[in-house]
């Protein structure tokens, strides 16, 4: 870490004594240390809006002798630190401005010329052939739940909708919605159960837990309300994990080997053109 930060502070102040100061002409500079000069183009942008004269003035100062500091600590550096660190550090700023700009260019090419579509079919050809990898790290549950006031009026003819839920019980219970407290009527979407429970604290309670099954409704009551829940399904840890509920990750996977085989092509093309067009080249030691 100390040796990434001492990196990041070369390139800052590499780039700002290259950056900043290569001109000759100081009629705007701003300041100056030693021949480095901090011009008035340098200091757009720093300014928030509608900000007054005076804070304007504090911001600007502050930029400056910030700038103004970095200077002078880059140039006792360059004067007090071994000539070998010097030069390790040199390398290192290297390195880093060539990692930056080839990622950099990587990435503009992948977004504009790779194709990111993925069928239904890969991922199914990937989940059916690997399913055994897919393995759930925690519970999931496919429920429902309703979650009422305790003095919340027809819990009768409440609780009878949600139980029987046919088409015209759930168009019903969505337009009672706005009486709920909070609610989920979608109960063919695999949910974890650690969300389930900081919603419904109450079903981590021992006494609850019993009542924890496939196809079985639950109804609680607590001093914040009344909670009803049917629960249809449930996976276990470790059992393998339903393609619905890992279709975003096996999509993952497949795009990253997508950019993986892209990136590949890409390489060999620029390499291959290099080599055609003469500008790489590989000695031969016994040339030499």
Request: net charge negative.
């Amino acid at each position: 870490m100390l040796r990434k930060s001492i990196v990041g502070l070369m390139v800052i102040l590499h780039l700002a004594s290259c950056s900043y100061f290569s001109s000759d002409e100081t009629a705007d500079a701003v300041a100056r240390v030693g021949e480095s000069y901090l011009y008035k183009k340098d200091l757009s942008g720093i300014y928030g809006e509608d900000m007054s004269r005076e804070d304007s003035m504090v911001v600007r100062n502050n930029f400056v002798n910030t700038w103004a500091m970095r200077q002078l600590f880059m140039d006792k550096a360059r004067i007090n630190l071994p000539e070998e660190q010097l030069r390790e550090f040199e390398k290192l700023i290297e390195e880093y401005k060539t990692d930056l700009y080839t990622t950099t260019y990587k990435e503009a090419l992948i977004n504009s010329a790779m194709d990111t579509a993925v069928t239904t079919s890969e991922i199914e050809s990937l989940y059916n052939n690997t399913e055994d990898k897919f393995k759930l790290n925690e519970e999931l549950w496919r429920f429902r739940y309703i979650e009422v006031s305790p003095g919340f009026g027809k819990l009768d003819e409440l609780r009878k909708k949600f139980r029987s839920f046919g088409e015209e019980d759930k168009e019903e219970l969505e337009e009672m919605a706005i009486k709920f407290k909070s609610y989920s009527l979608e109960d063919s979407i695999w949910v974890k159960t650690s969300q389930i429970l900081q919603k419904i604290p109450a079903l981590g309670e021992e006494e609850n837990r019993k009542n924890i099954k496939k196809s079985n409704f639950i109804e609680l009551t607590d001093s914040l309300g009344v909670y009803l829940i049917y629960i249809n399904d449930i996976l276990q840890r470790n059992d393998n994990a339903p393609m619905s509920y890992i279709k975003p990750t096996i999509k993952q996977i497949l795009l990253n080997r997508k950019k993986l085989e892209f990136l590949r092509k890409l390489e060999k093309e620029i390499m291959d053109e290099a080599v055609r067009k003469k500008k790489f080249q590989i000695y031969d030691e016994s040339d030499k």
